[in-house]
């Protein structure tokens, strides 16, 4: 009568979860300490200047940076966080309005840059196509 009744003797029913939860804490971990890495903020450290009137600014595919050489050099530019020069500069701003031509640029200047030589970087900026711009700011201090 074996084959009879439900009673199979050493079948176990129970279902392990431990190993479930497990794998799934390691992977919430993993994402938390990548969410950072992914995310498209160039982190290129430059002292911003103060503003009671900042706003937060929303996301644009072109982020555009002045950062002073502290050894008194030429100042560095950066273009969606990756070094360039001027002539690069011109050319992705180039691609990214004939894609995009209502795109709002974001510029970032350390405080100590010459007024004059960011009033020049956006001079090429507008002088490209790009209607709308923004100048980065620290938040209220």
């Given at each position: 009568m074996a084959a009879d009744g439900p009673d199979d003797g050493n079948l176990f029913s129970h279902i392990n979860v431990t190993p479930l939860v497990d794998v799934t804490l390691v992977?919430?971990?993993?994402?938390?300490?990548?969410?950072?890495?992914?995310?498209?903020?160039?982190?290129?450290?430059?002292?911003?200047?103060?503003?009671?009137?900042?706003?937060?600014?929303?996301?644009?595919?072109?982020a555009l940076t002045l950062q002073s050489d502290p050894a008194g050099g030429a100042n560095r530019i950066y273009a969606n966080g990756r070094a360039t020069d001027e002539a690069g500069v011109r050319g992705i701003i180039g691609d990214v309005v004939a894609k995009d031509p209502d795109v709002q640029a974001i510029v970032s200047a350390d405080r100590g840059i010459e007024y004059g030589d960011v009033m020049h970087f956006v001079d090429i900026v507008k002088?490209?196509?790009?209607?709308?711009?923004?100048l980065s700011t620290e938040g209220k201090p």
């Open positions: 992977l919430l971990i993993v994402f938390m300490v990548a969410a950072p890495l992914i995310v498209n903020v160039p982190s290129i450290k430059v002292n911003l200047p103060k503003a009671m009137t900042s706003d937060e600014t929303p996301r644009s595919p072109l002088s490209l196509g790009v209607n709308k711009f923004a």
